[in-house]
């Protein structure tokens, strides 16, 4: 290296900050302007961010001087930092966006500007940070985003040499790191000492870390912050925008609380209030206020893609989507406003938004969905697994929040479906339909689906998706026909989807006849000894059930059960669902009233789609349905949830295991209100089955509801000292109480007829009060225990070591063994008075000339029982 002779003399020294201190007041004036500048650009990207401006001060300059005399022979005309400046922000992405924003709007020295993490070897941590060395361009300020006019000094090469500024961009914690470390440290003279070099990296380490974490979360809670249908309904979003527009009066400059009006408008479908708003705020240049005004418009005007209006509003997605910081919401949203114009355009863009950000699922789904199409086959997948793993993660994480529901779960389906997972695939889709089940998501969701016909032969899964769709179709036609009769054109639609449903139906002449209930569980010979122990609770819980039942068709496990109902009550129908083609471990079981099969080879969800097509065909209600499930494998864990998704009760063991025991682990399904977790009580089974009978007349059923209730206040005596508030007086009882009560009175009959009383008016003679024995109580006591427990599950209430009535936990929630005798005494003394009770309305009981319980088993063989269900000796069940 040459150096001059004088370099080392103070003399070149005092030339040098001569020479700086005639420029001094031109780079203060370069620090005021770039400080404007950065400012207004940061309000725009990165409104939160800390703008620092300074010229360097003289002191500075001439330590510099001295410092690196070696390497700079002349530092006022080549030190690139004598105006620097600093954007502080909060995350990476808006690290890019300054970033992005400085690239194409100054002149960039790429000699000397670096991005100090590239200089880190991939297992170094320590400094990071973005300095670019920029200076003023001709024409560029003022624009849309910065209004701020350059003073011609600051352009003009000849009367300011060396014009040049450092910019540094980084985040909060990136400055944190800088002031702490290198400021302090690698600034100086010395070499750091290895033992605090080592502590520095290990805490940029964590820094880096945090860093990362904050921009997760923070892209989270933005996304989750305009997802207004996440946490509010629609009244609360009304009152919102009320609110929003009071502030704006006060502001009225204020583009950000116009954007959140806007955003809110448009998710509430209120086009034209975005539009009219939205377009005061044009001039600002706002990314958002453009994206959202052009999504406005093109949704606006959608029926009329030729008009003005829709071509303005792609303009403005476009200006956003040639932004430095390309906003992927804005390339997708424009990409679908050219679907079924210019597909090319479309193909183009989904791509752009697909390179963008690869992970994002909504441009990802549809890229793929284009580049399958147009190839005809799968190639392109195993390619881009990581990039749908990961989106499918990103979707999981939206849904965990509530954000752009049920769509993450129609991607999900669609993503797990290309990767070759049927099962998780079924799921996810089941989910997305419980969750909304309006016409046009399905319907969107099914054209979806429909485009990736030319490699369904790929795709494991992709019929019993089709399936599913095609069933929740015809669900929400057939409830348009009962709910729309006078609208010629939407009925017309539903019949024919209801017509197409026929198609797929096996004996739609045949149909199912109500009221029915499918039996689900393991059939697996591994769990086949598992489900045996639950024969006795099956036997039991169907013996009053008068309808279809359906299950598997095979005499294994939980089918096998099934079949066994069929042949031991005359009164239930038995249909069984086998696949064409049948493992040769299974066995049919012929003793089911009639075997139906699908074109299925092997047992799958075919079977269990195939049932719930012949059932609405049928013209049977979901919501009338009842599943009561023990155990189960993975074909189980979808009947579980498909069920749910289409509105019917789901009453499962939950101590069985299996597949019961992790759907009541699985926080996606848990919440579900029709989900109900039965103890393994053969009364409470039987209440499930059968609960839903007619009511008494209203006047009687008060009155014996009164009754019960003072009763029951009689047997808590040392309770009505408390807050309890189900014991106190009858007038002042909370209606959820009072309908428990009228419940148990409309029981009353039914118990009766099950022990062999018969009832009748008595007019001209005083009514005799029959005296229950000791065997009628306990088991009256114990089936009115299974309707309680029944009425209380489907009201949402679940088992819990203390009676908490607000969260609607109890601990009697259990079978009749498991009850202490006090608490059983609560429903003997109960049942003890149903004949006082019924005497003062006018009615009398009577025993049968031979007073036995219903099916044969006589009473006496009750008296020292410990349980109906172990003790029953009835002449059927002899026979099983």
């Not at 992927?328 to 406003?337: K, N």
């Not at 008595?762 to 229950?772: D, E, F, G, S, T």
Request: net charge positive; glycine share 6%; hydrophobic share 40%.
């Amino acid at each position: 290296m040459h150096i001059r002779k004088d370099v080392n003399s103070r003399e070149w020294t005092r030339r040098q900050i001569a020479e700086y201190k005639k420029r001094y007041q031109n780079y203060k004036l370069y620090a005021e302007v770039l400080e404007q500048v950065l400012k207004q650009v940061a309000k725009n990207l990165a409104p939160a961010a800390i703008v620092q401006t300074r010229p360097k001060s003289i002191i500075s300059v001439a330590e510099k001087c001295q410092r690196k005399k070696v390497k700079y022979l002349d530092p006022v005309n080549q030190f690139t930092d004598l105006c620097g400046g600093r954007v502080i922000v909060h995350t990476a992405e808006e690290v890019k966006a300054i970033s992005g924003f400085i690239e194409t709007h100054f002149l960039i020295d790429e000699e000397n500007t670096t991005d100090v993490s590239q200089r880190l070897k991939p297992t170094e941590f320590g400094y990071r940070s973005v300095h670019y060395i920029i200076s003023f361009k001709q024409g560029i300020f003022p624009n849309r985003l910065v209004n701020v006019t350059i003073p011609p000094l600051l352009l003009d090469d000849q009367k300011f040499p060396n014009r040049r500024a450092e910019i540094q961009v980084r985040t909060i914690l990136e400055h944190a790191w800088a002031d702490l470390s290198h400021d302090l440290a690698y600034k100086n003279s010395f070499k750091i000492p290895v033992m605090w070099e080592r502590e520095f990296a290990a805490v940029a380490a964590l820094l880096e870390g945090a860093d990362k974490t904050f921009s997760r979360i923070k892209q989270a809670l933005n996304t989750y912050a305009t997802s207004y249908g996440a946490y509010m309904n629609e009244e609360q979003m009304k009152d919102e925008i009320k609110l929003l527009e009071n502030i704006l009066e006060f502001d009225p400059g204020n583009a950000e609380v116009a954007c959140c009006i806007g955003k809110l408008a448009i998710t509430l479908g209120e086009w034209q209030k975005a539009i009219d708003l939205l377009s005061e705020y044009v001039h600002t240049g706002n990314p958002s206020v453009l994206r959202d005004l052009g999504v406005a418009l093109c949704k606006k005007h959608k029926y009329n893609p030729g008009s003005r209006k829709f071509k303005q509003g792609q303009g403005y997605l476009e200006k956003v989507c040639t932004l430095p910081n390309r906003d992927v919401d804005a390339i997708a949203s424009l990409a679908g406003t050219w679907k079924g114009i210019n597909e090319e355009k479309v193909r183009n863009l989904y791509r752009l938004a697909y390179q963008t950000d690869p992970s994002d699922p909504y441009p990802l789904e549809n890229f793929l969905d284009i580049e399958i199409a147009s190839a005809r086959d799968t190639s392109i997948i195993p390619l881009l697994s990581p990039v749908i793993t990961a989106a499918i993660t990103r979707c999981r994480n939206q849904a965990d929040v509530g954000v752009n529901l049920p769509w993450v779960f129609y991607m999900m389906g669609k993503f797990y479906l290309l990767l070759n997972k049927p099962y998780y695939s079924l799921e996810a889709y089941a989910k997305a339909v419980q969750l909304c089940p309006t016409s046009w998501m399905i319907e969107s969701a099914h054209i979806s689906l429909e485009r990736l016909s030319n490699v369904s032969k790929d795709l494991s899964g992709y019929e019993w998706v089709r399936r599913f769709l095609l069933i929740a179709k015809a669900l929400i036609s057939k409830n348009k026909i009962k709910e729309t009769p006078k609208e010629p054109d939407k009925p017309k639609a539903a019949t024919e989807t209801l017509e197409n449903s026929k198609e797929l139906a096996i004996s739609p002449d045949q149909p199912i006849e109500g009221p029915v209930v499918i039996l689900v569980g393991g059939c697996d010979h591994s769990v086949e000894q598992q489900i045996r122990s639950y024969r006795q609770l099956v036997l039991e819980g169907f013996r009053d059930f008068k309808g279809t039942v359906i299950s598997g068709g095979t005499i294994q496990g939980i089918s096998g059960l099934a079949g066994e109902l069929g042949k031991v009550y005359n009164s239930i129908r038995t249909i069984g669902y086998i696949p064409g083609l049948i493992p040769a471990s299974a066995n049919v079981d012929q003793r089911y009233s009639e075997l139906r099969k699908t074109n299925g080879s092997g047992f799958s969800p075919l079977e269990a789609l195939q049932t719930w097509t012949d059932i609405i065909v049928s013209g049977l209600d979901p919501c009338r349905i009842k599943i009561l499930g023990i155990n189960g494998g993975k074909i189980s864990a979808i009947e579980y949830r498909i069920a749910l998704a289409l509105g019917a009760t789901v009453g499962v063991i939950a101590e069985s295991g299996g597949e019961v025991a992790k759907l009541l682990r699985d926080e996606k399904w848990i919440i579900s209100k029709k989900l109900i977790i039965l103890p393994a009580d053969a009364m409470t089974v039987r209440a499930f089955i059968g609960s839903g009978g007619q009511r008494i007349e209203a006047d009687i059923r008060e009155t014996l509801a009164r009754e019960i209730h003072e009763e029951y206040r009689k047997t808590r005596q040392d309770g009505l000292k408390t807050d309890d508030c189900s014991l106190v007086d009858w007038d002042k009882l909370p209606d959820g109480f009072k309908e428990s009560n009228a419940q148990q009175a409309d029981h009353i009959f039914e118990k009766l007829s099950q022990i062999g009383y018969t009832m009748g008016k008595v007019k001209n003679r005083k009514i005799k009060i029959a005296i229950l024995t000791k065997a009628e109580v306990e088991l009256l006591a114990e089936i009115e225990h299974g309707r309680w427990n029944t009425e209380r599950l489907l009201e949402g209430w679940t088992w819990g070591e203390e009676k908490d009535i607000l969260r609607k936990k109890s601990p009697y929630l259990v079978k009749w063994s498991q009850l202490s005798d006090e608490v059983k005494e609560w429903d003997r003394a109960t049942v003890r008075k149903i004949p006082e009770f019924l005497a003062r309305i006018g009615l009398e009981i009577q025993r049968s000339k031979v007073s036995v319980y219903k099916y044969g088993a006589e009473l006496s063989d009750y008296t020292d029982r410990g349980s109906v269900n172990v003790a029953i000796k009835n002449t059927a069940i002899e026979k099983w």
